[in-house]
């Protein structure tokens, strides 16, 4: 089979055959009773009855067939100029070890572990341990401020926390013991173990009962020779839960599940992105994300690959040529990234002058996602270089490719704005608000008929009900991507928009419903309305509006900046909510909703009609004149 179309047609016409194709690539201490079980969970489940392990499949599986003296993983920190590589061999060490101490301190199968960790291989050691020894691990991005882990730490319920002293941004250290702490203070559930790995940036204290430090944990299990055996566990059971934003400031815990989530990765190494055992495949993303989750950790390991985890920006760490002396340096034949890693870029080396220091003849193919891919930034970098550059669309929710380019089955031709065609495993349907199929090339929702392919989520943590309510109820039989777009006549697909509150900032996945909680929470505040606005560097930046209590006597420009102030500490400065503007009123429907949609539009310099169902529309003026004084919209350049 050589084409993109054979391979989806023989998915399609034999979706099980295909899948039990694909575990092949899969060691499973039990084979699966069945392929799919339409009977179990909320719309059936991968691979039932089947037992495994992700860690043997990572780790072990490749040093018994003689690969333990290649390179497994590749650290390098420009923020702190450390480097470090481990061999399939060391790091099965570390990982066996750390599972040990893991073990040692009461953890086992199915208890939750929430891991908030900046770059650095212990990430990576920590979750792979966890997998060993069938913990579900919960990695919260190190960004994210002590109310948002708080919020985690009580959905997960996790018996143990590991974090390092401190993350790295290139303007401050952050230490973030006290984080955890204050977490833990904020949080009704408490963790009995909180594991510290000290960086020698920052030295943690460790004062409580529960802590204890990750080396001396180490050097105990190494001293008395305890590494801890995989543990078999069901293909079903989570192999960890990554929470994203949802509509409102709690996220929604993606559950992940063992045995479809490697088969769908694996499959997904060779096919989509054209990689091969033993190359060395960069994701350019941080292991907070889900892309970090798939790509540095899981399927690089799970295929045999190098893998390498970058602790450092595009720009500034030093300079734009940081990704290209990687590329040299390493010899890496895939970088996957977001194209607002590629706008930092362009935007500090419009010539790509840093590139002639550097010989990238490696790099192979440059795949983008995790936000829409601007044309503009495609072709400035195929042109500068000269290999393909690839879009492809997906979620946390699915963990891997919904469309993309197949690059390991046959490289179709790039259509710019388009993250070209379904994967097997994706039907997918462009449908209208009643749940009819749109014609080609009308704009609707997107949707997936179920059920989802392997890899996907399976449900939300403990929360069917919600699942259902949020992905599954709208559109009876699909999975609703919240997305919209259409369908070109070549079958390629272009994302358009969220149909949510969901916006994407710098390729971080954030809710605009969130950050109006936390203003609404300010004493002197009203009523608040959160908008993303177009951004040259970022795609989407997030502008607040306030409307003040009466009697509110202090000036309005110290609760603006009381405001983003707030939102920095109960979501973290990831949030990039640097402008909050008064407004005397905000234009709403008769039945009193704000019109986000069209501020947005009058922000972004875009046509809008005026909403038949207004109230007034003499208030899109008043917010115009506002947003016109604070120099806000029309893809104003970020600061
Ligand atoms: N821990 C703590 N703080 C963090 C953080 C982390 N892991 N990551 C970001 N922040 C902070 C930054 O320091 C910054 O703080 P500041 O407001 O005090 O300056 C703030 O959050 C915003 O960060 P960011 O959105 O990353 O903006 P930036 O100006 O620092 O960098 C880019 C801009 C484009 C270079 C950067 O966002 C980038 O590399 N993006 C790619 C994202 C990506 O790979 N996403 C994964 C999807 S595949
Ligand atoms: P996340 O869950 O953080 O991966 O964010 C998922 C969302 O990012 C999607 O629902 C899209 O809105 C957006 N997204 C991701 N990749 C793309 C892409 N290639 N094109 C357009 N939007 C994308």
């Known amino acids: 089979m050589t084409s993109y179309k054979d391979v989806?047609?023989?998915?399609?016409?034999?979706?099980?055959?295909?899948?039990?194709?694909?575990?092949?690539?899969?060691?499973?201490?039990?084979?699966?009773?069945?392929?799919?079980?339409?009977?179990?969970?909320?719309?059936?489940?991968?691979?039932?009855?089947?037992?495994?392990?992700?860690?043997?499949?990572?780790?072990?599986?490749?040093?018994?067939?003689?690969?333990?003296?290649?390179?497994?993983?590749?650290?390098?920190?420009?923020?702190?100029?450390?480097?470090?590589?481990?061999?399939?061999?060391?790091?099965?060490?570390?990982?066996?070890?750390?599972?040990?101490?893991?073990?040692?301190?009461?953890?086992?199968?199915?208890?939750?572990?929430?891991?908030?960790?900046?770059?650095?291989?212990?990430?990576?050691?920590?979750?792979?341990?966890?997998?060993?020894?069938?913990?579900?691990?919960?990695?919260?991005?190190?960004?994210?401020?002590?109310?948002?882990?708080?919020t985690r730490i009580d959905d997960a319920t996790p018996k143990a926390m590991i974090c390092a002293s401190c993350g790295i941004e290139p303007n401050r250290i952050i230490p973030y013991k006290p984080l955890v702490d204050e977490a833990i203070n904020l949080s009704h559930h408490k963790p009995d173990t909180c594991i510290v790995f000290q960086r020698e940036q920052v030295t943690a204290n460790l004062d409580h009962d529960r802590d204890a430090d990750w080396m001396d944990l180490m050097q105990d299990m190494s001293a008395r020779g305890e590494r801890a055996d995989c543990v078999a566990v069901a293909a079903t059971d989570p192999l960890y839960v990554l929470y994203t934003s949802g509509t409102t400031g709690k996220p929604k815990g993606v559950v992940r599940d063992t045995g479809g989530h490697m088969v769908a990765l694996k499959w997904s190494m060779e096919n989509v992105y054209g990689v091969k055992p033993g190359e060395v495949f960069w994701a350019a993303s941080d292991v907070g994300w889900v892309v970090g989750h798939s790509y540095i950790v899981y399927a690089s390991l799970l295929l045999g690959c190098t893998t390498v985890m970058f602790e450092g920006k595009p720009v500034g760490t030093p300079d734009a040529g940081v990704f290209w002396r990687m590329i040299d340096e390493h010899k890496i034949s895939v970088l996957f990234t977001a194209p607002t890693a590629l706008r930092a870029i362009k935007k500090e080396d419009p010539q790509g002058s840093l590139l002639k220091d550097y010989d990238i003849s490696s790099l192979r193919t440059l795949f983008l996602a995790g936000e829409r891919a601007d044309p503009d930034t495609i072709q400035w970098s195929e042109k500068l270089l000269d290999i393909p550059v690839i879009d492809h669309w997906w979620q946390t929710e699915t963990g891997w490719t919904i469309a993309g380019n197949p690059m390991g089955i046959?490289?179709?031709?790039?259509?710019?704005?388009?993250?070209?065609?379904?994967?097997?495993?994706?039907?997918?349907?462009?449908?209208?608000?009643?749940?009819?199929?749109?014609?080609?090339g009308d704009l609707g929702a997107i949707c997936v008929k179920l059920p989802l392919p392997p890899g996907c989520l399976p449900t939300l943590w403990k929360n069917d009900d919600r699942f259902r309510d949020s992905y599954l109820a709208n559109f009876p039989g699909y999975y609703e991507t919240a997305d919209a777009g259409y369908m070109d006549e070549d079958g390629y697909l272009h994302i358009m928009a969220r149909t949510d509150d969901i916006i994407n900032v710098a390729g971080h996945r954030l809710s605009t419903g969130g950050m109006e909680e936390v203003l609404s929470a300010h004493?002197?505040?009203?009523?608040?309305?959160?908008?993303?606005?177009?951004?040259?560097?970022?795609?989407?930046?997030?502008?607040?509006?306030?409307?003040?209590?009466?009697?509110?006597?202090?000036?309005?420009?110290?609760?603006?900046?009381?405001?983003?102030?707030?939102?920095?500490?109960?979501?973290?400065?990831?949030?990039?909510?640097?402008?909050?503007?008064?407004?005397?009123?905000?234009?709403?429907?008769?039945?009193?909703?704000?019109?986000?949609?069209?501020?947005?539009?009058?922000?972004?310099?875009?046509?809008?009609?005026?909403?038949?169902?207004?109230?007034?529309?003499?208030?899109?003026?008043?917010?115009?004149?506002?947003?016109?004084?604070?120099?806000?919209?029309?893809?104003?350049?970020?600061?």
């Open 8 to 150: 989806y047609t023989s998915w399609k016409s034999a979706p099980e055959a295909f899948w039990a194709e694909a575990a092949k690539a899969i060691d499973w201490v039990k084979p699966a009773d069945a392929v799919f079980d339409p009977d179990q969970g909320v719309y059936g489940r991968w691979f039932a009855g089947a037992e495994c392990n992700t860690a043997y499949n990572c780790l072990d599986r490749h040093v018994e067939a003689g690969r333990g003296e290649q390179n497994a993983l590749i650290y390098d920190s420009p923020i702190t100029g450390a480097q470090k590589t481990y061999t399939y061999s060391e790091l099965l060490e570390e990982v066996a070890t750390f599972a040990a101490a893991l073990q040692s301190r009461g953890i086992n199968k199915g208890d939750r572990v929430v891991i908030y960790m900046p770059m650095i291989p212990q990430a990576a050691i920590a979750m792979l341990a966890c997998a060993r020894i069938g913990a579900i691990h919960s990695v919260v991005f190190g960004g994210f401020a002590p109310h948002e882990l708080a």
């Open 523 to 639: 004493p002197a505040v009203a009523e608040c309305a959160v908008v993303s606005v177009a951004d040259s560097l970022k795609g989407q930046v997030p502008v607040g509006f306030i409307i003040l209590k009466a009697g509110v006597d202090e000036p309005s420009e110290q609760i603006e900046a009381e405001c983003v102030k707030l939102v920095r500490e109960h979501i973290g400065a990831v949030a990039s909510l640097r402008k909050v503007m008064t407004v005397g009123r905000l234009p709403k429907t008769r039945s009193g909703k704000i019109l986000r949609a069209t501020i947005r539009k009058i922000a972004d310099g875009e046509d809008w009609a005026m909403p038949a169902t207004v109230d007034d529309p003499k208030i899109f003026n008043e917010i115009e004149g506002v947003m016109k004084y604070h120099k806000v919209g029309a893809m104003p350049p970020t600061e």
């Open 410 to 440: 046959e490289h179709l031709p790039v259509k710019y704005g388009s993250s070209t065609v379904p994967m097997p495993g994706y039907e997918i349907h462009i449908l209208d608000e009643g749940g009819h199929e749109v014609p080609r």
